[in-house]
């Protein structure tokens, strides 16, 4: 006669002992991170400081206009002679340029318009990316076939033409307020072309699962499938292309403005301060070119650093690599 065991049900996941849920988790977790990927945890350490100067540079968050990090105004000059194209000081830790403004200030303040013109390119990358390359990747056909076409024919130009080009013809005579909308527009969707394409491949790996399978058995929608079976799996794959794309934004904004097509003068663009210290001026004084060319390559590099670390700690395939 067979015998019959009773076990007692579980009305609930049980709670591993020592991984506490939601926020309380979070820094057990950035600790982890910090050991596992110390190169990203400099970026991110990089990425927040930044963030927090442009923030916090003055104190325009809060209505008042007046600086807070930032040791002066970034177009405020010390017109006396000795604080002109002055080396670095107790008083001008970065010196001052040819119009006698602090260099140290207008670098915090040009570090809110990169993180201005970045974060939202990406986010305008982002959601044009995710549309069109799930899309494209989860129905195919012919819809499939444009997309991809044009992509082609989009990354087979240079962007930097193409950025220029799209300047010149929609921002050639706008305010610093409309070039800056113009530049955010179409720097967004030149590096969406370039995600559009890894964003499908994603979309079709997902497709291709079986619960996307059974989810078409039971009579759900294409729609129903997209938004709680495909998107959620793309999902990963977007933050990581936008961490690393932050980095290509901020380059893209300084290269144009370097080349005087970015946001004008006396707006302390990054680019735009290697420009005015070039030539005879970088003579005279060279760490005027030195303060804001750091100030970009610490950045890129930032991102990209967070950013691959990022995809090995999303990416189940690469959660053992170093």
């Known amino acids: 006669m067979a015998t019959t065991i009773d076990a007692p049900i579980l009305s609930q996941d049980p709670v591993i002992a020592g991984d506490p849920p939601g926020i309380s988790a979070w820094p ?4 982890k991170f910090c050991k596992r ?5 400099f970026g991110g350490f990089v990425i927040v400081l930044m963030l927090v100067a442009a923030v916090f540079v003055d104190g325009a968050i809060v209505g ?3 600086p807070l990090l930032a040791p002066s105004g970034y177009n405020e000059q010390h017109i006396r002679r000795a604080q002109v194209d002055q080396g670095p000081s107790l008083s001008h830790i970065m010196g001052t340029d040819e119009l006698g403004r602090d260099i140290f200030s207008r670098i915090l303040y040009g570090a809110r318009i ?8 990406v986010i305008i990358a982002a959601a044009v990316s995710l549309a069109f390359g799930t899309i494209s990747g989860y129905y195919g056909g012919w819809f499939d076939i444009i997309v991809q076409r044009i992509v082609d024919i989009i990354l087979s130009i240079p962007a930097i033409i193409l950025l220029l080009f799209a300047l010149t013809v929609f921002a050639a005579r706008a305010g610093p307020y409309t070039r800056m909308f113009w530049i955010i527009l179409i720097v967004g969707f ?3 072309f370039a995600s559009v394409r890894v964003i499908r491949g994603a979309a079709i790996s997902a497709a291709n699962n079986q619960y996307v399978d059974a989810a078409r058995t039971i ?10 079976h495909i998107v959620p799996n793309v999902i990963p794959v977007v933050i990581v292309l936008s961490t690393v794309q932050l980095g290509t934004a ?6 144009i403005s370097f080349l005087g097509y970015g946001i004008p003068s006396p707006f302390p663009s990054w680019g735009a301060m290697l420009n005015l210290s070039g030539s005879a001026q970088f003579r005279i004084q060279p760490l005027q070119a030195v303060w804001p060319g750091v100030a970009i390559a610490l950045t890129v590099y930032a991102f990209n650093m967070f950013g691959d670390a990022l995809r090995d700690v999303l ?8």
Do not use: C, Q, Y
């Open 219 to 228: 009579g759900a929608s294409n729609m129903r499938i997209v938004f709680r």
């Open 37 to 41: 990927k110390p190169l990203g945890a």
């Open 114 to 121: 990169s993180v201005i013109i970045g974060f939202s390119s």
């Open 250 to 255: 901020i380059l893209a904004e300084a290269t």
């Open 28 to 31: 057990r977790n950035i600790w």
């Open 64 to 66: 008042v206009n007046k």
């Open 315 to 322: 990416d189940p395939r690469l959660r053992g690599g170093r």
């Open 190 to 192: 030149l590096i969406s």
